[in-house]
């Protein structure tokens, strides 16, 4: 069974940066595309960044120049770091995956940008 749990979130003043990890279980990570989604309240989960299987990186065009998405495949780790962080940042951000065409999501993790 998939498991995926995220943690780092917290409170941020604007400018500021945080970094958040994925900690996955259940699958071959290493041959495994990752990818971070956020949700606000009240708004459609929308997806910040994904690795292909190849390696690639894409990015919306909000993360762009701001976050980095990378991952340890040994210790079966996906991080998100964010910079220069916005109040429009605030969100739940969820850690996802997909294996065998069925989906698999954490619990999300808070990140509230605020002063």
């Known amino acids: 069974q998939v498991q995926l749990v995220e943690s780092g979130g917290g409170l941020v003043q604007p400018g500021g940066s945080l970094t958040l990890s994925c900690a996955a279980s259940?699958?071959?990570?290493?041959?495994?595309?990752m990818a971070w989604h956020r949700q606000a309240p009240g708004k459609q989960r929308e997806l910040v960044a994904t690795?292909?299987?190849?390696?690639?990186?894409n990015y919306a065009d909000f993360a762009k120049g701001r976050f980095t998405m990378s991952r340890d495949n040994a210790k079966s780790m996906v991080y998100l770091q964010m910079n220069s962080l916005k109040p429009g940042d605030t969100a739940v951000y969820y850690c996802h995956t997909s294996v065998m065409l069925r989906d698999s999501w954490g619990q999300g993790t808070q990140v509230t940008v605020s002063s």
């Open positions: 690795t292909t299987r190849g390696g690639p990186t």
């Open positions: 259940g699958l071959r990570f290493s041959s495994t595309v």
